[in-house]
């Protein structure tokens, strides 16, 4: 098995796509996206069914296990494919399904013993993967995420509601210190692409791809 060359990690519309297409551009990598293979369509159940439960309304209550479930063999088929080359990039990866996990969680989706399933599943799978050559979190001002959920227009996102889009802000904060102390990833770049203006900057695209370069020294001579 090979070794997956970079991963592009960050909340959406951080600029995750935006990242992978200019190092598979510019540096040659070949690119394989983020998947979702959603036969069933949770996703959109997730975000537009409620269930009744006594006096209050838990919205995709019973979607929310399944959904994550399915995401999480989804990420890891792929992953999984993309170690079997030495030259690919990835929009997102398995290690970024726990963060919404953990949201659900705390938002009341899974019950205790779902999502103590869903950890010992996850935890189980990880053995499996070998960690990325380098791992790139893209960050991003909220107000900023919020318009480009808004000007890209998919109405999944944009019936999320900006309350939702808040709380996955705040969990994705922390993702640093949980890739470096239960991934054990040792090279990472951050990079705040806040800036709309950051890829038509050359001088800004050009500084981040020599850091990126330079942790592939034999493939960039």
Known sequence: M?????????MTASGKSTIVNLLAERLGFKLMPEEFRDQYDL?????????????KEHKAF??????QLNFLATRLSQYL???EEDNYILDRSVFGDK???SLYYKQGYFSDSQFGAYLTLY?????YVKEPRLLILTRCGFDEILRRIKARGRQDEIDAGENYWRLLYDAYM???????SEINIKNIIELDISNPAFIYTPELVDKF?????SYFPDRFK
């Open 2 to 10: 090979g070794q997956i060359q970079i991963i592009v990690e960050g």
């Open 123 to 127: 935890d189980s799978l990880l053995r």
């Open 99 to 101: 963060v919404y996990a």
């Open 209 to 213: 791809l020599e850091d990126v370069k």
């Open 174 to 180: 922390p993702f640093l210190d949980f890739i470096k």
């Open 81 to 83: 494919c993309a170690s």
């Open 62 to 67: 019973k979607w929310a296990f399944p959904m």
């Open 43 to 55: 996703l959109s159940k997730f975000h537009h069914e409620t269930q009744e439960t006594g006096d």
